[in-house]
């Protein structure tokens, strides 16, 4: 067991030490949804948010909160009618299911606005158009208990698959959903500290599909297509493969127009990408994080460098012919020129401080995180807009940290970016509906929504979103 080494047996860790998990275990699949519908194009099914255990560390029961018991996968294809009868089985508390990145209709698409009650339920529906197929994922949004809800354990993952697939079936399609535990000596998982509040809440294990650095076995000069979901409230990473080399074929949005090389690349909270690993050398290639600035408040800062997040065990024996990569993917149409432009301007305010009184505890300081100067309210439309119409956004952070900025109901498109006065452009189109904004940087996007309705924009470190990183679109038909 790796991670029982230096212990010297195999008894709890003394009180008051985080619990060991275990290492080294074969990957395992996250478990489809099935499709209750015997028609063709559509797909149906039931799921329910729930309270569960699981066992992360030996001989520890750890309370989390599940979706039908465990972190399912919904598989889709384009053209298809969805429909999922949800229940809230949570005791006492709201809960929505947001289906992230999706082009789904408002009404559909779990905002903070349209909760479901503890014992209550609906049905949520909608069809999956042509050119939607790629890495979506699914969590709640309740007002104010998002951060909570997400961190116990509710998220899944919604792969939307096109019609036809360029990728050669031979590299597979593997699922990695990257998640963030912390949990006590008693197996439970702590409640969020002011710490977490004002840096978003990182964990101290990052976990591949529930499990601590799984082992995945591959054959010499395989290549296996990896899609990575960082389902993390705030944690950022920084990716490289040792001994493996990468090639990004797809981004939130699903594929990219050609295949990209990469030797490292950064993950920001609720941002996906899919790629295709070639195993070229035999041993062990593991996915590592390096070390990422992204800004941090206080103290407990984490060392985000040297994590070993998965290790594929690549053997001697070379595998048979595999085919290549196809050097075209798709055509992404750029959205052409902005009729409006828009500008979010992204700070952070630490009041509480001018109190005066320096015995009030901590916790009263009044931490917010704004979107041009003003506080999230349900209440409030902040911008109004027209269904297919094209937009300029720019998003400027003047906070001391990054913020990833995602936008509900359609996919964007990044034009360029801007810190200290330098303008990069992309290298590639693609995409996106989650963007990190570096602090000190101006990220201009553009973007079209095709669905009325009011849609939430918002930094997806939860806990931002929860203390005031949240405004409201209304888009009108």
Not at 344 to 370: I, Q
């Amino acid at each position: 067991m790796g991670g029982m080494s230096g212990h010297g047996n195999h008894n709890m860790p003394a009180t008051g030490t985080n619990p060991v998990l275990p290492e080294g275990q074969p990957l395992k699949e996250l478990p489809r949804l099935s499709n209750q519908s015997a028609v063709p194009g559509v797909f149906k099914a039931e799921l329910a948010a729930e309270p569960g255990v699981v066992r992360f560390a030996e001989g520890l029961n750890t309370p989390v909160l599940l979706y039908n018991g465990t972190n399912p996968v919904i598989e889709a294809s384009e053209g298809d009618k969805v429909e999922i009868s949800f229940k809230n089985k949570i005791p006492g508390e709201p809960t929505t299911v947001h289906w992230h990145g999706m082009p789904v209709p408002a009404d559909q698409d779990g905002n903070p606005m349209d909760p479901v009650t503890s014992g209550g339920e609906r049905i949520y529906a909608f069809e999956l158009p042509e050119g939607s197929a790629a890495s979506y994922w699914f969590h709640p949004h309740p007002h104010g208990l998002t951060a909570e809800q997400v961190y116990r354990g509710l998220a899944g993952i919604f792969l939307v698959k096109p019609k036809d697939d360029p990728i050669p079936p031979e590299y597979g399609d593997t699922i990695l959903m990257l998640t963030d535990l912390r949990i006590a000596a008693d197996g439970k998982i702590p409640q969020s500290t002011m710490t977490d509040l004002m840096n978003g809440r990182v964990g101290d294990h990052v976990l591949v599909n529930g499990q601590k650095n799984p082992a995945m076995a591959v054959a010499l000069g395989e290549r296996r297509r990896l899609r990575l979901y960082n389902a993390t409230n705030a944690r950022f990473l920084r990716l490289k493969f040792e001994n493996a080399s990468m090639t990004v074929i797809g981004t939130d949005g699903g594929l990219i127009e050609a295949p990209v090389a990469v030797d490292e690349l950064l993950l920001t909270p609720a941002e996906r990408v899919e790629l295709i690993v070639s195993f070229d050398k035999p041993g062990a290639a593991r996915l590592t994080t390096l070390e990422y600035e992204r800004g941090w408040m206080g103290p407990g800062k984490p060392n985000e460098a040297g994590m070993v997040l998965l290790t594929a065990n690549v053997s001697d024996e070379a595998v048979a012919a595999m085919p290549p990569l196809p050097a075209k993917l798709r055509s992404i149409e750029s959205l052409g020129n902005p009729v409006v432009t828009r500008r979010f301007v992204l700070t952070e305010s630490m009041g509480g401080m001018n109190h005066g009184n320096m015995s009030m505890p901590s916790d009263s300081m009044e931490m917010k995180f704004l979107i041009n100067g003003a506080s999230f309210d349900m209440n409030r439309i902040d911008e109004v807009s027209k269904v297919g119409q094209v937009e300029l956004w720019e998003v400027v952070n003047e906070a001391d940290m990054d913020h990833p900025f995602h936008v509900h109901g359609t996919q964007f498109q990044i034009a360029e970016h801007e810190k200290d006065g330098k303008v990069t452009t992309p290298s590639y189109r693609a995409w996106k509906d989650t963007v990190n904004i570096v602090a000190g940087e101006t990220v201009r996007i553009l973007l079209r929504q095709d669905l009325p309705g009011s849609r939430m924009y918002h930094c997806h470190i939860l806990e931002h979103e929860q203390l005031g990183m949240m405004g409201t679109v209304d888009v009108q038909a």
